[in-house]
């Protein structure tokens, strides 16, 4: 191993870790500030530290320090099994943060004829991985509801284990599906096919080449990762809090965590197998290294555009009405944040244009457009993460025998049924 | 070095959970044991440098067996005062462990060698094995699905006389 596949290692390992951990506090921000403004309100924006508050997200953090300072609460009926009532949530949390660790966030790099991937753990068997390793995460929810010795958090259990039961069926088969289109387990593998064309003009997205295990795949993630419309496991108007009634301060804060995790990951996975992972439509890494000039161009006339839309943006509603008298320093949040952005604006185009017109190295070319996709693959992380959250806060849940139905009777079927026409197509076309 | 050191500890996972499986009273500790097994067992694939297998491993017995065996657990709700007194177990554990010791070495003997079709190839992957699969290894994978189909249709036919004699008995 030569010196840069060690640092590429660890890179890619830093970088997976940090978009797993730090989109919590992030998307707990987002969760609460979508559901104000579906339900009318604001949410949380007054929290800040030295008058910062980058629109609320400080907020997560003091709830971070609230959950760790709060009693550590023990069930005196729990006489047994103690350990593994402590255990189990961090089951669910760190399987959930393991089958985050083969998404790819950019291309191959290629170094010194050293093919590097950026992928924290570079497993050919991404898919597989996701499926087994977010299996895992289920026995941390029923070993806690079970161990609770509540009825409550008995039921809640019980319903993750079967709901997970039927959908990992529907979900496992549209996987079969893209396994068979794509022709490879590689997550990798299956970006790169989706940077091809389609029928000639369409982008060669999972949802656009097989739309039915497409949906059945979302519809099923949503179910595994236990968000709205399927949360009969924690159905607060049946059961309390489901398996985690029991569970209190941190113990709770990590099945909180978890699911939110999991959401990240299933996002993840959503992307790279349907919506093109880490790459524009038509703009495949092959095109972004022939055109590199061209590419940084393109980079730096948007670049200056976007930042002042959100510079202005951000001036005019960081502030206060005229009629309160202290605004709590929003004025010099958004004075530090406007010169911030500027000076980042600038750095990245002076980079940009040494880049394009002055230096010929293909290293730091391609370093350049792994950054760009590594920025393409957050914003869409960040675009499906959304939507996830609008579905949770506009969709009424299922009741538990509908959830059942839908996976029994309707996707498992159709799912089958999919394989089948797909199977066919591939032997037709291949012979 | 690190490869020896790594296969003890995965060894010791895969006793320990074992013997957790057989020994404890409470369901749901054999369930942890079986789960621990489960995964020091798929962790010795892996050491192997084969990750389907490994993958494959821990997407079979965690993600269905042990789950499945969860939920039975919380259905059936099994008490330790409950449980049928067993006075003499381990003897009788070691003793049958004795008596299945020909077998053991039956299967040892045949299956420590691989078939020729795994042989050629460098690293294992799912082709392979689905090849080796759908090729040479295409009876006993039927013989092993009928198996399974009989299972089912057994456990079908036990409920539905449950469910038929409550019926009548309404």
Known sequence: ????????????????????????????????????????????????????????VVQSFADVVKLLLKEEYYPSHIKMGRWLFMLAPVITFSAALLA???????????????ALRLQALPVSFGILWYLAIGAIGVLGVIFGGWLSHNKYALLGAARAGSMVISYELPLGLSV??????????????MVQYQSGTFLGFLPAWGIIVQPLAGIILIISLFAETNRNPFTVA?????????YMTEHTAMKFAMYFMGEYVAMNTASAVIITMLFGG??????STETLTTHF????????????IFLTLFIRWMRKNNSVRKSVSSDGGRAFETKVLTVALITFGLVVEMLLLYLAFFAEEPLANALTIALFQLLVFVVKLMAFNIFFIIIRWTVPRFRYDQVQRLGWHYLLPLSLLNILVTALIIVGVGS | MLELSLFFILALFTLGGSITMVVSFQPLFSAFGFLIAMLGL????????????????IMVSVGAVVILSM?????????????????HKFIWLILSSFLVAPITVLIYTQLNTLPATLKGAETITAKVIGNALFTDWVFPFEIVSILLLTAMVGAIVIGRKHLLDTKACS
């Open chain 1, 1 to 56: 191993m030569s010196t840069a596949a060690i640092l590429i290692a660890v890179v890619s390992f830093v970088l997976a870790a940090l978009l797993a951990l730090l989109t919590i506090p992030v998307l707990v921000w987002l969760e609460r500030r979508i559901a104000s403004l579906i339900q009318d309100r604001l949410g949380p924006n007054r929290t800040n530290i030295f008058g910062f508050r980058l629109g609320g």
């Open chain 1, 100 to 114: 985050f660790m083969v998404i790819p966030f950019a291309d191959t790099l290629v170094i010194e004829g050293e």
């Open chain 1, 176 to 189: 079969i599906t893209f396994v068979m289109t794509y022709n490879t387990l590689d997550f990798n593998a």
């Open chain 1, 234 to 242: 924690e159905g607060e108007s049946e059961i309390v809090a489901g």
């Open chain 1, 278 to 283: 880490y790459q524009l439509p038509y703009l």
């Open chain 1, 293 to 304: 000039t061209t590419f940084a161009l393109a980079i730096m006339i948007v670049l200056p």
């Open chain 2, 42 to 57: 798929a962790g010795l694939f892996a050491l192997l440098n084969n990750q389907f297998l490994a993958l494959a491993q």
């Open chain 2, 71 to 87: 939920l039975t657990i919380m259905t059936v709700n099994a008490q330790v005062q409950n449980l049928p007194k067993e006075p």
